[in-house]
């Protein structure tokens, strides 16, 4: 399973960040990735280097796997549950890149506190707010039960704390400042990652 799960990893990289960031630019003209942003310590630095830590620890666990480095948690190891998480990666990959796709021109890595672009908030973004990020959850636990190590583990924890993060210090206070009363409505209807789960009840 860590050749299966490696092989899917590399693949979520490359459709997600790769492919995505390539259509960006076709469309637009800008790749729509931004650099880290904020000082070292602050909210936005925190979410930016836990992302990346966790997505090279993520890439670290197949591979240490299959060099015999990290043993597999015993109870976790089995069939079952590595077919349960190769179906789940693999659905989690898929809708992560259509979630990506339905941002169309506003879809972007990170943020800008200059930049201003359209609130999406129709497709997979009227059930939640954060789409994306909501199917990268099963994608990156699929891929944790296809390689069980404490390492794999750990880095999925990491992932789902910079996610956090990331959208409630980072992108929701961005949104707020750039579309106002137009997001406070959104959000008042729309779950932040699970269908009604996280609404806003008003101004922050």
């Known amino acids: 399973m860590p050749v299966l799960a490696l092989a899917l990893y590399l693949a979520f990289i490359a459709v997600a960040f790769g492919l995505r960031t390539a259509i960006q630019i076709r469309r637009t003209g800008s790749s729509g990735v931004h650099r880290l942003s904020g000082p070292p310590g ?84 009227a059930l939640v707010r954060n789409p994306i990020f909501s199917a990268m959850g099963p994608a990156t636990l699929g891929l944790v039960l296809l390689v069980p190590s404490w390492i794999a583990l750990v880095a999925f924890v990491g992932l789902l704390a910079a996610i956090e993060l990331q959208v409630r210090a980072v992108e929701e206070p961005h949104l707020l400042r750039t579309h106002g009363a137009a997001y406070v409505d959104y959000a008042m209807r729309v779950g932040r990652f699970v269908p009604s789960v996280g609404r806003l009840n008003g101004l922050p």
Do not use: K, Y
């Open 42 to 125: 602050s909210a936005e630095w925190l979410a930016g280097v836990g992302f990346f830590v966790a997505l090279g620890l993520g890439f670290a666990a197949p591979l240490l796997a299959l060099l015999g480095v990290v043993e597999p948690i015993g109870a976790l190891d089995a069939t079952a549950v590595h077919v349960a998480g190769a179906v789940l990666a693999i659905a989690g990959i898929v809708a992560t890149f259509l979630a990506q796709l339905a941002m169309g021109a506003s879809w972007r890595v990170g943020v800008d506190p200059e930049e201003r672009t359209a609130l999406v908030t129709d497709g997979p973004f």
